[in-house]
């Protein structure tokens, strides 16, 4: 894939950019590896400081950054707009948390003796260079979840981001330097994917985190392996959305429109699967199909528009297909938003419901990454129980139950990372973010993400 800006909504190429040549990546490397030595040292008075001006930086910028985001991969203008503010929410998070989430643990007087020792303690000490391989989707927010933890802990970073988002890699780059952080901080790679592995086999890469396919992150995680660096992998996911009878089912709808079409429906944690109880399925899908087949398709820079188009034409191609698949095989549409006509060649996907769906359909079992969702009816707790882990995928969940006993049922027995009651999946600073099973491991944001690319030393003082 050529490094350059598509517009989604015509499919005109505005931008392109040449790959860096190995001397400049090997420039960004050495840079990198020099920039640690003293960064690390820097305490975290002097990071905070740093990383509010990147924060206020971002809030000045937020409309041009915001429609950067929507030309390059086609998210509602909106959206984009509020994506950029929660960037800079987490970054004055971290700025703020990080000499608590990382202060000196130590052990009981009791304990300490039994070691041994006179004194004991545990120290968070950055790694070093932090690769992070990161997709289109949320172009900033992905990447700032991963910096804004990453330099407050004293590592160093290197972007590789998706080839059809280069501006907004290059922006992340000018937003760290322009607040002042050092030269080699934070950098961009423009690289094709074929060469990542290189990078990550440098000797000066210490670890590496990657958001994006199975397939990317099987690739990054296997290089890994072999050299034996720490990685981070946040993949796809299928993630159910059960509506159970104790429910507001009203709400429930609602938000299942939000969940299943926020980005355009390319979100990792939106909601694809919807698991409803029998006894609500038919009030359910009647309120449901009728605010999906109500919403407002179109060019992504008005204001009105609540879907724009998918981010590449693969996407959307690979969208259909799975739709083909499914109705093939005897999947009914309930319903399906329109597409006004005059939108040029944007690659524009309907909002669709489809029910009847079959284990032998893809859509089953495979993400679907766009503005379409499989309904599903359920005959009682075990069979929604059962439905929502049927998947390959454990990211996080939905579940509309006011019934304690079912919330616990789902806490204790759901594979997924995270679990959401009366509400949709979201990732916040305060929150680990990150799942089990193909979805990926290790965990991103709150404690245990900065901790994540740290060494955890222990200190043992006879």
Same mark, same amino acid.
């Given at each position: ?17 040449e790959p860096y040549s190995e001397a400049a990546v %090997? ?5 990198? &590896? ?28 937020? %409309? ?132 990542? &592995? ?13 958001? $994006? ?13 072999? &050299? ?8 796809? =996911? ?47 899908? %009647? ?20 879907? $724009? ?5 693969? =996407? ?13 095989? =005897?999947?009914?549409? %309930? ?33 679907a990454f766009g503005p379409v969702a499989t309904l599903?009816?359920? &005959? ?37 990372? $995270? ?38 030393t222990t200190v043992w003082i006879s």
């Amino acid at each position: 894939m050529a490094i350059a800006t598509v517009n989604p909504a015509t499919g005109q190429t505005l931008r392109t950019f040449e790959p860096y040549s190995e001397a400049a990546v %090997e420039q960004r490397l050495a840079r990198a &590896e020099q920039t640690f030595a003293q960064y690390r040292l820097t305490d975290f008075g002097r990071r905070a400081q740093l990383m509010h001006r990147a924060a206020e930086l971002l809030d000045a910028d937020q %409309e041009t950054i915001a429609r950067l985001m929507t030309t390059e991969m086609g998210k509602p203008l909106t959206a984009a707009r509020a994506e950029a503010a929660k960037c800079a929410k987490a970054m004055r998070w971290y700025a703020d948390r990080a000499p608590a989430l990382l202060a000196d643990e130590h052990p009981s007087a009791e304990d300490v003796a039994d070691a041994g020792a006179s004194r004991a303690l545990v120290r968070y000490r950055p790694l070093g260079v932090v690769l992070a391989v990161m997709p289109w989707n949320f172009p900033l927010w992905q990447v700032v979840r991963f910096a804004a933890p990453a330099l407050m802990a004293g590592n160093v970073g290197l972007l590789k981001h998706a080839s059809n988002v280069p501006q907004t890699a290059l922006y992340l780059e000018d937003l760290f330097r322009g607040a002042g952080f050092p030269d080699g901080c934070f950098q961009t790679l423009l690289i094709e994917s074929s060469r990542v &592995e290189a990078v990550l086999r440098d000797r000066r890469v210490a670890a590496a985190t990657l958001t $994006g396919s199975e397939g990317a992150g099987r690739s990054v995680a296997s290089v890994a392996g072999d &050299e034996v660096k720490k990685t981070v992998l946040e993949l796809g =996911g299928s993630d159910p959305f059960v509506v159970l009878p104790s429910a507001d089912v009203a709400a429930a709808a609602r938000t299942a429109v939000t969940a299943r079409v926020q980005n355009n429906g390319q979100s990792c944690i939106a909601a694809k699967r919807f698991i409803v109880h029998q006894q609500v399925y038919g009030e359910f899908l %009647e309120a449901f199909t009728a605010r999906m087949r109500a919403l407002r398709v179109g060019d992504p820079l008005r204001e009105e528009t609540e879907v $724009g188009p998918l981010a590449t034409a693969q =996407g959307r191609e690979e969208l259909a297909e799975l739709v083909a698949d499914a109705l093939a095989l =005897g999947a009914t549409v %309930e319903c399906e938003a329109e597409v006004p006509e005059g939108l040029g060649a944007g690659w524009y996907h309907p909002p669709t419901v489809l029910s009847g769906i079959t284990p032998q359909m893809r859509i089953h079992h495979e993400e679907a990454f766009g503005p379409v969702a499989t309904l599903y009816r359920a &005959e009682d707790l075990d069979h929604a129980v059962a439905l929502a882990n049927d998947t390959p995928f454990g990211l996080s969940s939905n579940v509309w139950t006011t019934d304690p006993e079912e919330q616990d049922r789902f806490i204790r027995d759901v594979q997924a990372g $995270g679990v959401f009651f009366n509400g949709m999946t979201a990732s916040h600073p305060a929150l680990p973010f990150g799942g089990v099973r193909r979805s990926g491991y290790g965990r991103e944001l709150s404690g245990h993400g900065i901790r994540e690319f740290c060494n955890v030393t222990t200190v043992w003082i006879s």
